[in-house]
Each structure stands twice: as C-alpha cells, then as structure tokens.
C-alpha cells in the first residue's frame, strides 16, 4: 500500500519533527552542537516548530528554520547519523497509529475597537503574560498605562506599537509613591487593572523557607496586588464601575506547583480577588483572577530544597503543554472587558487542564 508523508514544514510540531526520521536527525544534531539535548523542547512540543523563532528571541532564527526545512525536504542528514529506512508495512504501521487529524493551532484574533476610549493599568507590562496583556489592550484600542521595574523591557515594547496609546512608567507596585504615580498616570478614569506583576519563590517546604524569601514573595504577590486595588477603587467607584483582574496561579488551586510561599501568596490573591468582589460587585466593579498553568514567561523556578525539588518535580509530570503568553492574555483580557459582564469573583483556570487532571 502507498502511504502519503506530509512533508516537514515550519508549521509541523515540535514532536512531529523529532519523530521524523529525517527531521529529528537533523533537529538533535542542531541541539547537540549547542550542547542542549530534545527534552529542551518537553513543555512546547506540540507548538508548531515555526514558534520558536518569536519565543526565542534571536537564538533560533526565521534563517535557521528555513535552513531546517530545506535540509529535510532534500533528506541531508547530518554526517554519522543515518535516518532509518522505513519498510512500507512500517510506514503503514505508523500511519495507523497516528491520530486522524492534526491538532487545531489557536491563533489569536483582535477585536478590533473591544478596548476603544478606555483606559487601562498592566504591571508586569516588559515581559511575559503582562506585555502581551498589554499588548492585545493596546492593538484592540484601549489606553494602557503599562508598568514595569525595567526601562529597557518598556522601552522594547513601546517600540513594538509605535501606533498605540501607551504611557510607560517604571514604578515599584510595593511602594506606595510607585502606586500614587501609576494612577496618576491613568488619570480621572480607569476601566480597568490587570495585577500581573508577580514573583516565584525557591520551591521550599515551610520547614525550610527563610523569612527573606516570604516576605519579598507576599510583598510583590500580595501586597502589590491589594496597593494597587486600593489605589483604583475609588476612581471606578466614582465613575460608576470597571474591571479588576488579578493574576493568581495552579498553586492557588492545589499545594504541589510551587513552594510554600508562592503557594500562599496565590491563595491570598484569591482571597482579595472573592472580598472585593464581594464588596464593590454592587457598585458596579467586577473583580476576577485568571490562575494560569504552564507559560512561557521570563519566571524562572529555582529549587533550593532537595525535598521541594522531588516533591513538586514529581507532580509536573502530569503538566499540559505550556502555552505562550498570549494565550493567558486572552482570558484576561476577556475578563477585563464588556464581554466578561456576568462574571464576578470567579478564578478562571486557563491551564489547560491541569487543574482537572
């Protein structure tokens, strides 16, 4: 029987290269010569391989992928390696056993005009799930206010719309002048906040965590996250509502994602996220937290305790795929808008899954 090969593209997988004879020949010679090794590619695998010329930041280039795709479509395996000849019952084999259709690829779609004569306050607006909140803000019309501790990562991003309507402010949210500076930079009207900006801990069980590392993840977590709602409030009060999303986390929902401060940072940013929504729902302010699963951001998490290490390692084996930063955006910025109007005080879990598994 005659079995048709969809050649290797830049939208093929992660996984669909690395399975292919030809392909991952040549993509784990590629990691190789840089000294890295396929398991780099775990939590991204079902990205299309194309992906990572934008999350890698320069280090895998739209040059290098066009070289890979060249390679493979003319079968050039890398000298030493050889690609297995597949027999036609293996082909077949394969072709059984591979699912019927490959998997959707969500692509982000603009509403155009969502966020139009609005204003709204991003922290953590230089990185990750914060620049690309702000981002989708910004490309749907709204005024952002977008916030950051790096002048430089602002700096980048401004550059990247030069269109849009964004003030950038370096500020500190744990600092009550920092917070005073970012609403008056919004002015006498804010739509809405999106709390971003957060810290990890170091993975430790409470018998281990030093003082140092509670109290500087509950006064960026927690602290920043209530300032920064206390600062707000009054103006949507005065203006009749608006929107207030926080970023909580997995380790909100269950106690094996992080280490014990983190984990109780993000449960307390849920408690705030209930209380205000509580409060002020009927005055027109609706408050929600989005708790994320995997991401691609710029945290990174450190394990400064052996037993932290084994304990939550062992419970990321059942992680879903991590998603890029604008796919968080999505849901928070949902939230944020009119099209959120009935939803108050709720934690949505946008991760993947996880939290059912």
Do not use: C
Not at 99 to 126: K, N, S, Y
Not at 131 to 140: L, N, V
Not at 310 to 318: F, K, P
């Amino acid at each position: 029987m005659s079995t048709t090969i969809t050649p290797l593209s830049g939208d093929s997988s992660i996984a669909t290269w690395l399975d292919d004879p030809i392909g991952g020949a040549i993509l784990r010679d590629m990691l190789a010569q840089s000294g890295q090794s396929p398991d780099v590619f775990r939590p991204v695998k079902r990205l299309a391989i194309k992906r990572l010329v934008k999350m890698s930041k320069g280090a895998f280039s739209q040059e290098t992928l066009d070289e890979l795709v060249r390679r493979a479509a003319a079968g050039d395996v890398p000298a030493g390696t050889a690609a297995p000849a597949a027999s036609e019952d293996a082909a077949a084999e394969v072709a059984a056993s591979a699912p019927a259709a490959p998997l959707r690829e969500w692509t982000e779609r603009i509403d155009q005009g969502r966020f139009t004569g609005q204003t709204h306050i991003v922290t953590g607006a230089g990185s990750g799930i914060g620049r690309a909140t702000a981002s989708r803000i910004a490309r749907e019309g709204g005024r952002v206010i977008a916030v950051d501790v790096s002048q430089e990562r602002l700096d980048e991003f401004v550059a990247e719309h030069p269109t849009a309507d964004i003030v950038s402010l370096v500020a500190d949210i744990t600092d009550d002048a920092g917070v005073a500076r970012i609403v008056e930079a919004a002015g006498p009207t804010i739509d809405g906040l999106a709390n971003i900006a957060g810290i990890m801990d170091d993975m430790t069980p409470v018998a281990e965590v030093t003082d140092a590392v509670w109290q500087r993840v509950f006064r960026v977590n927690v602290d920043g996250t209530m300032k920064l709602m206390r600062a707000v409030v009054p103006t949507m009060l005065a203006q009749g509502g608006g929107s207030i999303v926080n970023t909580a986390s997995e380790a909100a929902l269950r106690g094996s994602a992080a280490g014990v401060a983190y984990t109780a940072s993000k449960h307390a940013v849920v408690g705030l996220t209930k209380s205000t929504a509580f409060m002020y729902g009927p005055s027109g302010i609706r408050v929600n937290a989005v708790a994320p699963g995997p991401t691609i951001t710029n945290i990174e998490a450190n394990f400064a305790s052996p037993l932290g290490a084994e304990r939550v390692r062992a419970a990321m084996t059942i992680l879903p795929d991590a998603v890029e930063a604008d796919a968080l955006a999505a849901s928070i910025t949902f939230l944020l808008s009119d099209d959120g109007v009935n939803v108050n005080g709720a934690v949505l879990a946008s991760d993947g899954g996880w939290s059912v598994a």
